[in-house]
Each structure stands twice: as C-alpha cells, then as structure tokens.
C-alpha cells in the first residue's frame, strides 16, 4: 500500500529558484491538501483540493501554486524561492466526508539559502 | 472563521499515568470534525481519534479518549496509562463540513519512567 507518496524527502535551493514537489496518492481520494510546519506554529494550510480541477486558498498560500489535474496528484509549485519558505512540507489527503482522518505522506524537508 | 488553539506548549507526565492535552476550538458552523494526530520524533503524522460535533457520547481508541464539550467548545485528548513511546508532538485539528482541516500549534509531551 502506497498511501500518499511526496517528492522529494529533501532539497535545498537558492534563492529565486523555483520547483516543484510532487504528491501522489493510490487510495482515490477526493481531498488533498499541502501544509507546512514550522516550529512552534504547527502546520500551516498552504492550498487544497476538493476534487480533481477545483483547488483553494488555506492560511499560507503566497508564494505557492496548485493545480489538481488528476486525482491522484497534486503537486505544489514554488516559483520564486525565498528563505522564509524554509519549512518540512507534507501533503495529506482523505476522502471527501467530515469524518473522513487525513493520510499524510511523509514530508519535505526544504532549503531555502 | 475555524480556529484550534493549544495552549499547552509543553507537558511531562510520568509513564503509567494519565495526562489530558487540551485543545480549544472556534467556530460557528454546527457541524464540524475534530481530531488528533501524534507526530514523533521521525516525523510522520499518525492519526489518533476522531470526534463529531454531533457524537452523543466521547471517542474512545484504546488508551486514547477525547473529553468533548461542546458548549465549552474543547475537545482535550486523554491519554491513559502512559507510556515512553507516547512521548511526542500532539496536535488537534478541526474540520467544518467537508473542507479544510486547520490544525493547532501542538504539544509536546513527554513520558519519563
């Protein structure tokens, strides 16, 4: 069982640089979501996903994108990379119900010099 | 506007007793999901119990029970007969309906013999 899988574990880059990190999940999953966790501040909700081609805004989404084609894959795009975007990354995703726990995957630990 | 709140940056509790992580939570909306999610020192995100806003009686999940109330608005987690490898980040979060899921900022406990 595959579960939510993230790409890459780590990266490092500089300033001014962009990429992406990819998400995937096998379980069908309509919700899917990006966080990121900085010390003492929890995780934060960059965007998310309802379904395949519908995507929002959480707390945190300057300086990030999203697009949900599939799916199965959301993956998040850092256009212009700024230290303050230094963070570990996880991406989670449950079915579409209230009750419905998030799965998460297992992180990205990203830096920005 | 949802908001968790953790006021409990920190708790020690010796191992075989019991130790209640309290969480507060903000919203208007009468239906919502409430949860709790264990992240060790490895870093993964481990789902532990789930409470809903219209749940009669509290969540229980093996030594894991959630003191709901609801007029209160807290929904603290109880953990019974502690153990070392309960030492870890706790954190509450809150779904409305079926959207985001907002996370506090967590507690760290830990278990000494």
């Known amino acids: 069982n595959a579960g939510v899988t993230q790409t890459p574990k780590f990266q490092v880059l500089k300033t001014g640089q962009s990429m992406t990190l990819q998400c995937a999940q096998d379980?069908?999953?309509?919700?899917m979501s990006w966080y990121r966790q900085d010390p003492g501040m929890g995780l934060r909700l960059i965007h998310y996903?309802?379904?395949?081609?519908?995507?929002d805004q959480g707390e945190v989404p300057n300086g990030y994108n999203v697009s949900r084609s599939t799916t199965e894959d959301f993956p998040l795009r850092l256009l212009s990379a700024a230290p303050s975007q230094t963070s570990v990354y996880f991406c989670?995703?449950?079915?579409?119900?209230?009750?419905?726990?998030?799965?998460f995957g297992n992180g990205t630990r990203l830096t920005v010099t | 506007a949802q908001k968790i709140t953790q006021t409990q940056p920190g708790m020690f509790v010796q191992e075989k007793e019991a130790v209640t992580l309290d969480c507060t939570y903000d919203?208007?909306?009468?239906?919502?999901?409430l949860f709790w999610y264990k992240q060790p020192s490895s870093g993964e995100m481990i789902f532990l119990i789930y409470?809903?806003?219209?749940?009669?009686q509290n969540a229980t999940e093996g030594r894991y029970s959630l003191n709901f109330q609801k007029a209160r608005k807290s929904a603290n987690l109880v953990i019974s007969a502690s153990q070392l490898g309960d030492s870890a980040m706790y954190f509450c979060?809150?779904?409305?309906?079926?959207?985001?899921?907002?996370f506090g900022t967590g507690t760290r406990l830990q278990v000494f013999p």
């Open positions: 989670a995703s449950s079915k579409g119900q209230e009750s419905s726990p998030l799965h």
């Open positions: 379980m069908n999953h309509e919700y």
């Open positions: 409470q809903g806003s219209y749940d009669q």
């Open positions: 996903s309802v379904g395949a081609g519908i995507t």
């Open positions: 979060a809150m779904r409305r309906n079926t959207d985001k899921l907002i």
């Open positions: 919203t208007s909306d009468p239906s919502y999901g």
